[in-house]
């Protein structure tokens, strides 16, 4: 569905609702990961999206992409859910992993050691940073998109993303 059309329409019924949760659900997912570096609220956030969204449609009116009012509404609940007391009260403990066989150990072990090592970088860095980070690289929002998104400047956008990149670059040389 494109924005032009979305800004039109005053709610959506289940099908568009299917739709748009198919198109953009990862990338909401993700992106409340990324805020919340917690599994369970990441999937609490994004059904929490998608009920805001269903609800409130008629408030979309088309002056960002339709993602970036997407993420807006993320970012909102995930700041809000973090801010609570009871958040603040509740030490989560780390999650099961699923157990997979693996044919070449070795091999597969090593590939994915470096992409956790970097993955566990990134979510060490300050909200700030990795917030800014993990919207350019996985969600590829342009700089003016971010900025509009976090309601801040392009150069503060710009100075977080060198920042960033240059405490991951710092970590893993470290952790070499």
């Known amino acids: 569905m494109e924005s032009e059309y979305l800004k039109y329409i005053q709610e959506i019924d289940s099908t568009e609702l299917y739709n748009l949760m198919t198109q953009y659900g990862d990338d909401v997912w993700r992106y409340a990961y990324a ?8 999937n609490d956030i994004a059904q929490e999206v998608f009920i ?3 609800l409130h449609m008629s408030t ?7 993602k970036t009012w997407l993420f807006s509404i993320t970012r909102n ?9 009871y958040i603040r009260r509740v030490l989560l403990f780390g999650q099961v992993k699923p157990t997979v066989t693996v044919l070449s150990a070795e091999s597969t072990y090593m590939a994915n050691q470096a992409v ?13 940073l990795r917030e800014i ?3 350019h690289l996985e969600h590829d929002l342009t700089i003016q998109e971010m ?6 400047s392009e150069g503060t ?6 920042r960033a990149r240059k405490q991951v670059e710092k970590r893993w040389r470290e952790s070499e």
């Open 157 to 162: 956008v710009k100075s977080r993303l060198s």
């Open 147 to 152: 900025a509009q998104l976090l309601e801040i």
């Open 116 to 128: 956790e090592d970097i993955r566990a970088i990134i979510m060490g860095l300050s909200r700030k």
């Open 77 to 85: 609940l995930a700041v809000n859910e973090m801010r609570s007391g």
């Open 60 to 66: 979309f009116r088309g002056q960002s992409s339709f």
């Open 133 to 135: 980070l993990l919207l």
């Open 52 to 54: 805001k969204v269903h």
């Open 35 to 42: 805020l919340t570096n917690n599994y369970e609220q990441a």
